[in-house]
């Protein structure tokens, strides 16, 4: 399927490639954006393809592109972001056609950002990590995935990278698959910088997610009343 980059070249020499895609908790999706608020990205250019659905993200009164590209000169990135679930039939191609492009800009590397769907979740969610080429050793402080699986354009990524031999790294947080999760995100974002020497303040978005996720918590207490007491009203009447 066609599937085209349109984007001017980064001004950074051998970027570093962040994506973050709609998965698990949408954890890629919130940290890609919330980095390209955070660190003054300039979009440079987008992903298009006749086969995506004909969507388009408006923010400020702006109408922008499903899969949009950003350059952080300052940090030495290039940071990939869509608030969108790419179609199945166009999961390879999408993949395939950000590993060429890689190439052609000689991007160091490529970060994937990813949940994890983890029952049990402590206070702060932990994040672990596979690289591309099983040799490669893992940067200090990040758990190994031993088993498990990588959805949508980050696995297409991944694979394409260990069989054409570029640098890549998965990580993914704990996280809560049933709705977004800010803090998994938050974990990402820490990771991501403690791994790269870049600083990133991610009090709002912890703000921000506790509160979400205080409010979900509280619906989901309620739905259960609710339930509750609708089985005690059958049980009442038979």
């Known amino acids: 399927m066609e599937v085209r980059i349109v984007s001017k070249k980064p001004k950074t020499k051998a970027p570093i490639i962040i994506e973050g895609f709609p998965g698990v908790g949408l954890v890629g999706s919130i940290a890609s954006k919330y980095l390209t608020q955070k660190l003054d990205a300039k979009q440079i250019g987008h992903i298009e393809s006749p086969h995506l659905p004909p969507l388009s993200f408006i923010q400020d009164g702006d109408v922008y592109n499903p899969i949009r590209i950003y350059d952080v000169p300052s940090k030495g990135w290039v940071i990939i972001s869509s608030e969108f679930p790419v179609p199945a039939t166009l999961i390879h191609d999408v993949g395939e056609a950000i590993v060429k492009w890689a190439k052609e800009i000689n991007a160091s590397r490529i970060v994937c950002l990813e949940g994890i769907n983890s029952p049990n979740i402590a206070e702060e969610p932990r994040v672990f990590g596979i690289d591309a080429n099983i040799k490669t050793k893992l940067p ?79 619906l989901i207490g309620k739905a259960k009343e609710v339930k509750h007491e609708s089985d005690e009203s059958r049980n009442m009447y038979g």
């Open 140 to 218: 200090s402080g990040l758990e190994p995935v031993k088993t498990g699986y990588i959805l949508g354009v980050s696995a297409a990524i991944m694979l394409a990278c260990k069989y054409k031999k570029i640098k890549a790294l998965c990580l993914m947080a704990e996280s809560h698959s049933n709705y977004p999760d800010g803090l998994a995100a938050v974990a990402l974002i820490k990771k991501l910088g403690s791994l790269f020497k870049v600083n990133v303040d991610v009090k709002p978005l912890v703000a921000e997610a506790e509160e979400f996720e205080k409010k979900i918590k509280d």
